[in-house]
């Protein structure tokens, strides 16, 4: 007996949706359990592998093909038993059809290029851990590995290799294995464009090198229809997502109203069409199931919609409910497979729809609220392409372009599973969203095995924080906003800055600073120029936007200034490192900042292969234009409480920061000698100012904060008047840094 779902679930009318379907769920087309006698044989096979049986074979069960590692079911990973008493058939979507099923080895893409080096061996084929070693000619650097290792996934190991000279504007973009690349010119303004031919592009086809030395778009990639992504890369998204979440509310250690709360609208897209089968949908749901419990202890701010669909969608949940987690997990466990009405469909497009009706409401509804919006998270899993009306594409475009002045407030991941077309996966994400925030948006599983098996792995890190308590350059859940000067602009939020520190010297007045590492803060050296010997009562706060509300107020043990610092007839060399007593301990609100020349930064910036002076000399034209000797457009954000009114001369309570572009050194006009050890910066009408002094200035590089400067001095002692401000150099400096600073890694 078919059991009928207790919960009144609603269709959503679009685009005239017939009103006989509408009556045929009110009848029990609704998903319902499974019941049957056994119809589907269990005699099937796979040369070289394994079938994973249901534990009943009946109408929408589904048997799963398991091989060894570094081999795929072919040409299908699953079958499900059809209304015919037999099992679906030996067809993927590529036309590929097999008498029996077969463990196929899987193979890597060949590079097919390499600018201005070599590379062996060559072949036309490389399989699992084959190996390709890379050689930049004369005159070259290496960026990136110097060797790839083909994967069991498909993929190969590490970031591409390129072959990089210094008189390329833009590093050279390099060529993605099996792609073939238009363009060899890398000035400002250049484009390249890629092409992967029978395989998928993943990222960016078009690149533009910028004013700044960097490239536009997404690095791309070529992939066969056959690789597919690492269940940790996945594991790592959804744990940002639930670390987003839980860091909302937080702000100066205290959890604040449920009003001033940052909101969240999860929605899960989840397909339930024929081809799917019911041990595959279950595990769809309990992969639901298992994030929303993970936040299940967060009341309030987070709203679930569940919406599945085959022919048809089917809400399950809808935010305007404003269920509780519980109450949603709830409503799911209620849910079981069967065949909807005229299941054959997929209309993934349809589903989409409602998850755009829902926003829209929302933000007209916020509008006449006058409050934010809730950041909408859509997730889409799905295990083939769309049929029917509407395009998805289409309406996750629209989805986008109802948010693309709030692109800050829009996430949407796309999951495929199985043998599906990439380049229609792909699409599901609009690329503006994925240029712009750089996450990895669109995964692609083999298998229903490893979705569930990324939820596992999430599982068994319950422990450990999203956001990684020892990875630097990390900044908390913030919006981005427009930039003014720090005197008399916009005050910081909250997790902007969670390196920044004050450094109280008691009677005397304070500085800013950074956190570099458990023990270390990174400040100038003209702060302590006379207080040599009078470090007793110093104190660093750190955790607050708030000058004296630090969340962790910390003893000083010693301060180190650089031994050829030279105040004030030069300035030069403005360095200083100040010792904690005690450690920091780290969080949303209290996170070190990356520094260049570090194996962290190699890693962000994907440095060139060379010894240490070398790598840190590519870091520095990257960051400065090696100190604004090179024509290039690079900005930076510096922050801190100085003055932000030059008449008044009021020092700021609240955390300020500001826009700045590194000038080139002719222009500085410097009171002091101009040294390799400082550049200049300014912005338009925006300065730095007494009180920021130590404090960092820093550049985001593939969603890292790198500090590259140090606030030194200004051109004239009024903030805003002929104003440009010096920085102390620390690409330069870091050899100093590492001599005294050794829990850091530096190569």
């Known amino acids: 007996?078919?059991?009928?779902?207790?919960?009144?679930?609603?269709?959503?009318?679009?685009?005239?949706?017939?009103?006989?379907?509408?009556?045929?769920?009110?009848?029990?087309?609704?998903?319902?359990v499974i019941c049957g006698d056994?119809?589907?044989?269990?005699?099937?096979?796979?040369?070289?592998?394994?079938?994973?049986?249901?534990?009943?074979?009946?109408?929408?069960?589904?048997?799963?093909?398991?091989?060894?590692?570094?081999?795929?079911?072919?040409?299908v990973s699953w079958r499900y038993c059809t209304k015919y008493k037999t099992w679906s058939q030996l067809r993927n979507v590529f036309r590929e059809t097999a008498l029996e099923a077969t463990c196929k080895e899987m193979t890597c893409l060949a590079p097919s290029n390499f600018e201005f080096g070599s590379f062996d061996p060559i072949k036309n084929v490389y399989k699992v851990n084959d190996l390709v070693r890379f050689r930049c000619f004369d005159g070259y650097q290496m960026i990136g590995p110097a060797t790839r290792t083909c994967l069991p996934n498909g993929q190969w190991t590490g970031k591409l290799p390129r072959c990089n000279s210094e008189d390329m504007f833009c590093p050279n973009p390099g060529i993605p294995f099996g792609a073939r690349k238009e363009g060899k010119i890398y000035d400002v303004f250049s484009t390249v464009h890629y092409q992967c031919g029978k395989h998928t592009l993943r990222g960016s086809s078009q690149r533009k090198c910028l004013e700044s030395g960097q490239w536009s778009g997404v690095e791309p990639r070529c992939e066969s229809k056959y690789a597919f992504d690492n269940v940790e890369d996945l594991t790592m998204e959804l744990d940002t997502l639930e670390s987003t979440i839980r860091n909302r509310d937080l702000s100066s250690g205290t959890l604040v109203n449920t009003a001033q709360r940052s909101k969240f609208d999860i929605f899960f897209v989840i397909d339930a069409s024929t081809s799917v089968g019911n041990e595959n949908f279950i595990k769809s749901l309990n992969f639901v199931t298992t994030f929303i419990d993970r936040v299940s202890d967060i009341n309030g701010p987070v709203r679930f919609g569940v919406i599945t669909f085959g022919s048809y969608p089917i809400i399950i949940t809808d935010i305007k409910e404003h269920l509780t987690p519980k109450a949603v997990i709830e409503r799911i466990k209620l849910v079981e497979y069967r065949e909807y009405h005229n299941n054959t469909g997929r209309r993934t497009g349809l589903a989409l729809e409602i998850v755009h009706s829902s926003i829209n409401q929302t933000l007209n509804l916020q509008a006449a609220r006058g409050q934010p919006i809730p950041?909408?998270?859509?997730i889409v899993i799905t295990a083939g392409q769309y049929n029917g009306a509407p395009t998805p594409f289409i309406v996750s475009y629209k989805i986008f372009k109802l948010l693309s002045h709030l692109p800050a407030q829009l996430d949407i991941f796309a999951i495929g599973i199985g043998e599906l077309l990439k380049s229609y996966l792909e699409t599901l994400v609009p690329m503006p969203l994925k240029a712009a925030k750089g996450h990895q948006y669109v995964f692609y599983l083999p298998s229903y095995h490893h979705l569930e098996k990324a939820q596992e792995q999430t599982s068994k890190n319950e422990t450990v924080p999203a956001l990684p308590a020892f990875d630097c350059g990390v900044r908390g859940n913030v919006i981005q906003r427009p930039i003014s000067r720090i005197f008399g602009g916009i005050k910081s939020k909250e997790y902007e800055w969670p390196w920044q520190v004050v450094i109280d010297m008691q009677n005397r007045d304070f500085c800013g600073g950074s956190i570099i590492s458990r023990h270390w803060i990174l400040s100038a050296a003209h702060c302590f120029n006379d207080t040599i010997g009078e470090i007793t009562n110093f104190t660093v706060s750190a955790g607050s936007i708030r000058r004296r509300e630090g969340l962790q107020r910390l003893a000083v043990e010693e301060v180190i200034i650089?031994?050829?610092?030279?105040?004030?007839?030069?300035?030069?060399?403005?360095?200083?490192?100040?010792?904690?007593?005690?450690?920091?301990?780290?969080?949303?609100?209290?996170?070190?900042?990356?520094?260049?020349?570090?194996?962290?930064?190699?890693?962000?910036?994907?440095?060139?292969?060379?010894?240490?002076?070398?790598?840190?000399?590519y870091e520095d034209a990257l960051l400065t234009g090696r100190g604004g000797r090179m024509q290039k457009i690079i900005s930076g954000y510096v922050s801190g409480w100085g003055y932000y009114n030059k008449k008044g001369k009021i020092l700021s309570h609240n955390l300020y920061h500001a826009q700045v572009d590194v000038q080139h050194h002719l222009t500085c006009g410097s009171p002091h000698p101009l040294t390799e050890t400082m550049f200049c910066a300014k912005g338009v009408e925006t300065d730095s100012c007494k009180g920021d002094s130590?404090?960092?200035?820093?550049?985001?590089?593939?969603?890292?904060?790198?500090?590259?400067?140090?606030?030194?001095?200004?051109?004239?002692?009024?903030?805003?008047?002929?104003?440009?401000?010096?920085?102390?150099?620390?690409?330069?400096?870091?050899?100093?840094?590492?001599?005294?600073?050794?829990?850091?890694?530096?190569?």
């Open 694 to 747: 130590g404090g960092p200035f820093v550049m985001e590089r593939n969603r890292k904060w790198i500090q590259v400067g140090i606030v030194s001095f200004g051109r004239t002692p009024d903030c805003g008047v002929n104003f440009m401000g010096f920085y102390s150099r620390v690409p330069k400096l870091m050899s100093w840094i590492k001599e005294r600073v050794t829990d850091l890694e530096y190569e």
């Open 562 to 617: 650089h031994e050829d610092f030279s105040s004030p007839s030069e300035m030069n060399n403005d360095i200083a490192l100040l010792k904690t007593k005690d450690p920091f301990i780290f969080s949303p609100h209290v996170r070190p900042v990356c520094l260049p020349c570090t194996k962290k930064s190699a890693e962000i910036l994907s440095s060139v292969a060379g010894t240490w002076d070398e790598v840190c000399q």
């Open 375 to 378: 950041k909408q998270v859509i």
């Open 38 to 75: 056994k119809l589907c044989s269990n005699d099937e096979v796979i040369k070289g592998g394994r079938v994973e049986w249901p534990e009943k074979t009946v109408e929408g069960s589904v048997m799963t093909y398991i091989c060894p590692d570094g081999f795929r079911p072919q040409p």
């Open 1 to 32: 007996m078919a059991v009928q779902l207790s919960t009144d679930f609603r269709w959503a009318r679009l685009h005239g949706l017939a009103m006989e379907f509408m009556v045929l769920l009110t009848i029990g087309i609704l998903p319902a």
